[in-house]
């Protein structure tokens, strides 16, 4: 059974950081593309930030300088670093997994106050 379980939302102060993780099992870890996705009330879902197996990346315009991805293949977990949150970043954070399949986890908030 895959399992991807998000951990690190929470509340933060415009111009703070969090850090999220997500802990996968039931995949070869190693082997996935995994990325960060989120989802703002009345928006659609959309691509944060993605780490390829050799360890290449990709982010979205608007968090590109602010964001990091990694990955710690020993651990199957990948993690998004945010510095400088701006009350835009407001929304759910979701993990996904990318092989052959595509996974999903629960979601974490993430609320940037102003």
């Known amino acids: 059974q895959v399992q991807l379980v998000e951990s690190g939302g929470g509340l933060v102060q415009a111009g703070g950081s969090l850090r999220l993780s997500c802990a996968a099992s039931?995949?070869?870890?190693?082997?996935?593309?995994m990325g960060w996705y989120r989802q703002a009330p009345g928006k659609q879902r959309e691509l944060v930030a993605v780490?390829?197996?050799?360890?290449?990346?990709n982010y979205a315009d608007a968090v590109k300088g602010r964001f990091t991805i990694s990955r710690d293949n020993a651990r199957n977990t990948v993690y998004l670093q945010m510095n400088s949150l701006k009350p835009e970043d407001t929304a759910v954070y979701y993990c996904?997994?990318?092989?052959?399949?595509?996974?999903w986890g629960q979601g974490t908030q993430v609320t940037v106050s102003s």
């Open positions: 039931g995949i070869i870890f190693r082997l996935n593309v």
């Open positions: 996904n997994a990318d092989r052959i399949t595509a996974y």
């Open positions: 780490i390829s197996s050799g360890g290449s990346t």
